[in-house]
């Protein structure tokens, strides 16, 4: 995927950019799918910078690239409802983090294929095959603070980095603003943290973060801790595209246990099964003796 303005604004998917567009009246600040500026990304006065100088205007450009990939190959869930409920579980997580201020964004991939992803800047998706596989809203909130745990940690910006993004845009400026090599690496950037994911030390430390952010919600950590276990008993029967893109599931499922038993806040937070089913569309269940600590 090209990432240049005319395309996103004229060649992109209408229906991945108003399914962008639609869950931003549900988030603190929100920002637009169309309003990538890459010229802005590279110093018009043609002064080079170097990787470390990445900032958040890379960031948002990143993160609504990503999200468009995303939602072009997979669109947008249809339910209001649903699209409504994992903003409002994903920004009561993402304000227990040190980059609360910022505009998030979240979002549902209509798939049933099992992930969720991440993009710089503050962009978030999980797919409606990955909510089938949940059981209440601690786990919701589990795999969503995972996720922003990635971008509180610039895992994303790390991959673009790495993938030599800033030096594309210095290049562009000396070839008279030629941005087919930026172009090029900006399409790698995107291909590494939506078909590649993360590195295993990048997860390890998204779910360390996670596991913090929920029990400063007030979840139960456990939610991130079963939702991984059931996915990996399922992995062992042999069912296919499950968290694809997220490595090293017996690892993270002990470093995540522990990290709980040492914290002490294993079973003590809000898991809101029956909130979880009404949001969900599911069949009434019978309410968890936590409920009452809703957060």
């Excluded at 590279?42 to 958040?56: E, H, I, R, S």
């Excluded at 952010?213 to 996915?231: E, K, M, S």
């Excluded at 599931?249 to 009404?278: K, V």
Aim: charged fraction near 15%.
């Amino acid at each position: 995927m090209k990432i240049n303005t005319q395309r996103l604004l004229v060649g992109g998917s209408i229906v991945a950019m108003f399914g962008l567009m639609a869950t931003l009246p549900f988030n603190m600040g929100g920002c637009s799918a169309g309003n990538i500026n890459i010229a802005g990304m590279v110093n018009a006065g043609g002064k080079a910078f170097k990787a470390a100088t990445l900032d958040a205007r890379h960031e948002k450009a990143i993160g609504e690239s990503v999200s468009l990939a995303l939602t072009n190959d997979y669109g947008v869930t249809k339910s209001e409802q649903l699209s409504q409920y994992v903003v409002l579980v994903g920004q009561t997580v993402a304000s227990r983090t040190s980059r609360a201020d910022q505009p998030w964004v979240f979002g549902v991939l209509d798939t049933q294929t099992v992930n969720a992803f991440s993009g710089p800047g503050g962009y978030v998706w999980v797919t409606r095959g990955a909510i089938e596989q949940m059981q209440d809203e601690s786990e919701l909130a589990g795999v969503l603070a995972h996720e922003i745990g990635h971008v509180v940690k610039k895992h994303g910006l790390q991959a673009a980095q790495q993938a030599g993004f800033a030096d594309a845009a210095v290049t562009a400026i000396q070839s008279n603003n030629n941005l087919n090599e930026f172009n090029g690496l900006s399409d790698k950037v995107v291909d590494i943290i939506v078909k590649q994911g993360f590195t295993q030390p990048q997860e390890f430390e998204a779910d360390a973060e996670g596991v913090k952010y929920v029990a400063a919600a007030g979840y139960d950590p456990d939610g991130l801790l079963h939702f991984l276990q059931r996915i990996r008993q399922k992995q062992q029967l042999g069912v296919p595209n499950l968290l694809s893109t997220h490595p090293g599931l017996d690892e993270r499922i002990r470093r995540i246990s522990n990290q709980i038993s040492a914290a002490g806040t294993g079973g003590r937070g809000a898991t809101l099964r029956d909130r979880f089913n009404q949001y969900t569309g599911r069949a009434p269940q019978a309410a968890s003796a936590q409920e009452a600590g809703a957060p």
